[in-house]
Every structure is written in structure tokens, then in C-alpha cells.
């Protein structure tokens, strides 16, 4: 090649290899961001979210006079009838400048104006009409009985919890009563003929739960805050939000214990069970932020609030089935519930 065409034949082709590269890494820039903005927007998981996470806070909340509020939904799960109802029923409100959280806990009985039934079956009415409508609506009909706002839910297979425990080794739990509950029903057996049996005994177990500190599976765990036929008082949905309580303080106190994070195999798993176990309208950047706010919530800045007083069971003619109604009205119910709340 002549050494004069060399001369500018060089430079042109390191200027068309320069412009492809620029090229190049402009169209993968291009891409990056645009990925990086659809995932800061679908988990809310932003850099600067990762660094409040690891040192401070967290994701930014929605909240109302420095609260966020949280409804927790227990599902029954299965494929039995009523498998869609929530058994459990529950508002975590976190007081996020101080630390403490009010645990909120709502009958299943209560009976709702709106939905012309029990609020446990709010979950089932909207799932029927769109998946996930069944958080959106168990917000809005819990919202008019307790009076606050809900910025989140999250609802929980039951058989997921069970495993959650499992994962963690089990919880302590203290009972402080004991009961026997001879009609807890069996998995699995809820459409068993029983041999002809009109009583239908073979699909029922009897439970009995001693009082002090036991150490509970996950199967214990959850026969213990689903139990509803122990006699007198232990049989009520008012004793059996109490248990619940007391589980979800058990579980924290498990998961924040240093023997647990030194698993990590177990803390991964434990990851994809709740994964598999709950459904929620949070992102990913909320979800792990009310997450570290759980978990750095001491037991001392744990309250407990029932509405149980403020509640009466009207005769069956009224409604046609066992149902939970205001004592006076539901802005008392609302104003009970504030007054309980730390200031």
C-alpha cells in the first residue's frame, strides 16, 4: 500500500472503530438506564435505598402522623371450602420515629355494613372479582373498623407460616392459659364421610396446649392461633387474636437472634418461603423496610390493642349467624383504638 493512502487510510478506520464503540456503549448505556429505572420503579429498590437499608432506615413509607400501617391477612389456604377466609386478622402500626408498633387485632365475626357480611370474608369477595382485589378490598372494609388508615397489607398462606417456622427451628412461645380443644380439624379430612358417622368425629383432633413456656413447630405453632372450640373463654376469636399476637412476637424474637443469621443457607430459605407464602401490594425496597423495622422493634415497644370490650354478639335472629357488632358504634370503636396508640 502506498505510504501516503496508509496515512489517512489508518486514521479513518480508528475513527469508524471509534464511532462503533461509542455507539455501542451509548446503546448499552441507554439500556442500563432504562433497566435501572423500571427496577428502581417495580421493587423501589434505588441505591440509595440499598444504603438506608444497610446503615439507616430504609425505603421512604407512605404514613399518616408519623404511622404506617400495616394489615396482616391469614389466609386458610387448601382446597376446602372457605379456604379463601381470613382466619387471621391483623394491623401492625408502626410508630416509625420511635420504634414501637401497636398490633391491632380484628375478629373475624365483626360484621361489615358494606360487604352485608363478617369482614373475614372480604378477602374471598374481592379475589373474586380480580387477583389481588382481595387485599384492596380487606383494606378498605378494615379501615372502617379500625379507623386508620391502611398503607399495606400482606397476605399469608397458613401453610406457608407453618414452614416459616419451621425454617426458623421453631419459636418459644408462653401460654398464658390452657385449653383443650377436642373439634380442631384435621388437614386433609375436611370432606371425609367418616364411615357413615352423622358427627363426623374422624375429621377432628383433640389439642390440649398447657400453661408457661412451651417450644412450638410449625404444625403446633399454628394449631395453637387457629384453635376456636376450646371451652369458655380460650374458644373465642378474642383469645385467639391474643395467641396470634403472641406467635408474631415469638417468630420476631427468633428471627433477630444471632444463632439464626449465623445459618445463612437457613435465611435464604427462609427468603423463598416467605416468597412463596405471602402476597402484598408492597415493593420490594417497602417490604424489607417494614421488615427491619419489625425485626428492631424491642418486645418492651410491642403493644397489644383489642377491641374485645367494645364488641357484643347480637341475638341470631338479627343476622341470621354468630356476628360481632359495635357495642355503641364504630367511631368509638375509632377513638378507643387512637386513644391506645403511644403518642
Known amino acids: 500500500m502506498d505510504p501516503k493512502i496508509r496515512r489517512t487510510y489508518v486514521p479513518k478506520v480508528r475513527t469508524m472503530i471509534g464511532s462503533i464503540v461509542f455507539i455501542l456503549l451509548l446503546v448499552a448505556g441507554v439500556k442500563l438506564f432504562l433497566w435501572t429505572s423500571s427496577f428502581i420503579k417495580d421493587t423501589g429498590l434505588s441505591p440509595g435505598t ?62 361489615s ?19 389481588g382485589g382481595g387485599i384492596v378490598l380487606s383494606k378498605a372494609i378494615i379501615e372502617d373498623v379500625v379507623g386508620l388508615p391502611i398503607h399495606y397489607a400482606m397476605a399469608i398462606d397458613f401453610s ?56 412450638m413447630d410449625g404444625r403446633r405453632a399454628l394449631t395453637y392461633v387457629r384453635s376456636r372450640h376450646a371451652e369458655g373463654e380460650e374458644g373465642t ?45 408492597m415493593r420490594i425496597g417497602e417490604l424489607a423496610t417494614i421488615g427491619k423495622l419489625f425485626l428492631r422493634t424491642k418486645e418492651e415497644g410491642v403493644q397489644r390493642v383489642s377491641i374485645q370490650s367494645l364488641l357484643v354478639d347480637p341475638p341470631l335472629w338479627m343476622y341470621g349467624r354468630y356476628v360481632l357488632i359495635p357495642k355503641d358504634d364504630f367511631p368509638a370503636i375509632h377513638n378507643y383504638i387512637r386513644s391506645q396508640l403511644p403518642k
Open 160 to 215: 406457608g407460616f407453618q414452614k416459616i417456622i419451621d425454617l426458623a427451628s421453631g419459636i418459644d412461645v408462653n401460654v398464658s392459659t390452657a385449653f383443650t380443644d377436642s373439634e380442631f380439624p384435621i388437614p386433609g379430612k375436611e370432606k371425609d364421610l367418616c364411615d357413615g358417622d352423622l358427627q363426623y368425629r374422624c375429621r377432628y383432633e383433640t389439642v390440649t396446649f398447657i400453661q408457661g413456656w412451651q417450644r
Open 50 to 111: 440499598i444504603v438506608r437499608l444497610m446503615i439507616n432506615t430504609g425505603a421512604p413509607l407512605k404514613a399518616t402522623d408519623d404511622r404506617t400501617n400495616v394489615l396482616l391477612l391469614g389466609v386458610g389456604g387448601g382446597d376446602h371450602e372457605g379456604s379463601d377466609l381470613t382466619d387471621t386478622i391483623m394491623v401492625l402500626s408502626f410508630q416509625t420515629g420511635k420504634h414501637t408498633l401497636s398490633m391491632i387485632s380484628v375478629p373475624r365475626d365483626v360484621w
Open 113 to 131: 355494613d358494606t360487604l352485608k357480611d363478617k369482614v373475614n370474608s372480604a378477602y374471598h369477595y374481592g379475589e373474586e372479582k380480580k387477583k
Open 237 to 281: 376469636d378474642f383469645a385467639r387474636g391474643n395467641r396470634q399476637q403472641e406467635v408474631l412476637v415469638a417468630l420476631k424474637n427468633e428471627l433477630v437472634s444471632t444463632k439464626f443469621f449465623l445459618a445463612p443457607s437457613r435465611v435464604l430459605s427462609l427468603k423463598k418461603a416467605f416468597d412463596d407464602a405471602t402476597q402484598s401490594d
